[in-house]
């Protein structure tokens, strides 16, 4: 990921105020010194904007319908920023607004782009649907991952588009070889990998699974959860 940063902010146009006395709210994102300003949709009473805080005021349900939506924007245009970070091409502000927009393909996110917004997500969510430690694992999961991307393909990442059974096997292979792993720690090394593709699945950056129709086998006669 890069080091930029992104700015969201949402300011209104006093100077375009309708009859009613509502004035629009416009989006703007600042990233890399530039500018790109678009029509949320909303509109607002001037006195009812705290531009320091972001949100119209004092609480009641216009004022909270205005505040939900805001939310929601800022966050969409977060997600597409995260998403466009995972990705091996660099971007610009436009793409930004175009990904937010939903106007390009999600097919292009890379191997290690899932596990980064998978880990992201899963951050969020230690103690509530997520323990550390299942956590943790996945940090450590991706990191071989890309050791052995890095060995085999002498490439920084693999997109999702391009990984076939050569891949998977490969990978297993390398579990057992270079990182010297006992079969069931490679199992569920396996198992990870596989999560994570279909993670990416139910999110729709791919539509099928590369992967699917291999099979490791598992010699343990039990395996901890």
């Known amino acids: 990921m890069n ?30 010194k530039k500018r790109k300003e678009f029509s949320t949709g909303l509109f607002i009473k001037p006195d009812n904007w705290d531009n320091g805080l972001q949100q119209a005021k004092p609480p009641n349900p216009e004022n909270n319908i205005i505040n939900t939506h805001i939310s929601l924007i800022s966050q969409k245009i977060n ?17 930004i607004q175009r990904k937010y927009k939903g106007e390009d393909s999600m097919t292009e996110i890379t191997i290690l782009g899932a596990y980064d917004l998978h880990n992201e997500k899963t951050k969020k969510l230690i103690g509530k649907d997520f323990n550390e430690l299942s956590w943790s694992r996945y940090i450590e999961s991706r990191r071989k991952v890309a050791l052995f991307i890095s060995k085999f393909y002498r490439k920084k990442d693999v997109r999702l588009n391009q990984l076939d059974m050569k891949f998977i096997k490969d990978l297993e292979y390398f579990f057992k070889t270079d990182l010297n792993l006992r079969q069931a720690t490679v199992y569920r090394s396996i198992q990870r990998v596989k999560k994570i593709i279909q993670f990416a699945i139910d999110e729709n950056y791919i539509e099928r699974n590369p992967l699917a129709q291999f099979k490791i086998r598992n010699t343990d006669l039990k395996l901890p959860t």
């Not at 998403?83 to 793409?95: C, K, N, R, T």
Request: hydrophobic residues 40%.
């Open 3 to 32: 080091n930029y940063k992104i700015i969201v902010l949402f300011v209104i146009q006093k100077n375009k105020t309708n009859k009613r006395g509502l004035c629009p709210i416009k989006c703007r994102i600042t990233y890399q």
């Open 79 to 95: 997600e597409a920023f995260l998403m466009l970070q995972v990705l091996p091409d660099s971007f610009d502000i436009d793409d």
